[in-house]
């Protein structure tokens, strides 16, 4: 599990005086970050994971250093991969961010399972 510092640090910056629960979780072979209780954002080596609204995706993916989730041989609608080249500059990474923040205020939280119980 590896991830850049330096990202994550951003992206902590930029939730840190939000005036909603935020919690850092190890997933996605990285960091994420939790919102009130809902995947929003993480950070996968030198990558964003960020959870965007389902209509927005295919857009999207049309922007520089963006792709698809694929997990096995399922792409994650909803969730891209962004690089470096797609969130260097600061009005790029603050878009990301912004996607998934408004994004999280729609998303509806995962259930919770009761301790003991498999994934």
């Known amino acids: 599990m590896s991830y850049n510092e330096s990202l994550v640090n951003r992206v902590r910056e930029e939730l840190v005086d939000l005036p909603k629960k935020i919690e850092e979780k190890k997933m996605f072979q990285g960091l994420t970050f939790m919102v009130d209780d809902k995947i929003c ?60 923040l408004e994004f999280n205020d729609k998303a509806k939280a995962s259930r919770k399972r009761k301790k003991g119980t498999p994934k």
């Open 41 to 100: 954002i993480g950070v996968r080596d030198n990558e964003m994971v960020c959870r965007i609204a389902p209509e927005i995706y295919e857009s999207a993916l049309g922007r520089t250093g963006c792709r698809a989730m694929i997990h096995g041989k399922r792409t994650m609608k909803g969730y891209v991969f962004v690089n470096e080249e797609g969130y260097g500059r600061k009005e790029d990474f603050d878009y990301w961010i912004g996607l998934c």
